[in-house]
Each structure stands twice: as C-alpha cells, then as structure tokens.
C-alpha cells in the first residue's frame, strides 16, 4: 500500500520542487546538497545560500563516529 501510494504521489510533488531543493526528495541527500552549495562557491556565485542546517549534526545513529564527536565538543 505505501509502495503504491509513493508511486502515484511523488510524481505530483516533485513537479512543484526546484532542482535546487534537496530535502526529503529520492536520490538526494543533505550530503547533496552541501556538494551543490559547494561547487557553486568555487566557481564563483555570490548569492546568499539558504539551507536549514539546523538538524544536520543531531545525533546520528547512522555514523557513530559524527556521533561521539559532535558529544564530546558539547561537554
């Protein structure tokens, strides 16, 4: 049943997306999008860059590593 509801509404949503947004979107990642942010810097854009970050160190199961690190610089 998710499967099939996916299938009908993701085609709808990612209609109304830019090709810049990255959030909550298939194949794209946060990772993704800091790449994207990155290369336009290098190669000369001086726009103001909007991107929520707030979340991006929460503690993290996925990467025990960014983990222990992010808890040790908080005390």
Do not use: W
Not at 21 to 35: I, T
Not at 38 to 66: F, R
Request: charged content about 20%; glycine content about 4%; some cysteine.
């Amino acid at each position: 049943m998710q499967t099939a509801a996916v299938l009908v509404l993701e085609p709808i949503f990612e209609a109304d997306l830019l090709p810049e947004q990255y959030a909550y979107r298939a194949d794209r990642s946060a990772l993704d999008a800091v790449k994207h942010v990155h290369k336009l810097i290098n190669t000369g854009h001086g726009q103001i860059v909007d991107a929520d970050l707030s979340s991006y160190l929460d503690p993290a199961s996925y990467c025990p590593q960014t983990h222990e690190v992010v808890a040790n610089n908080m005390g």
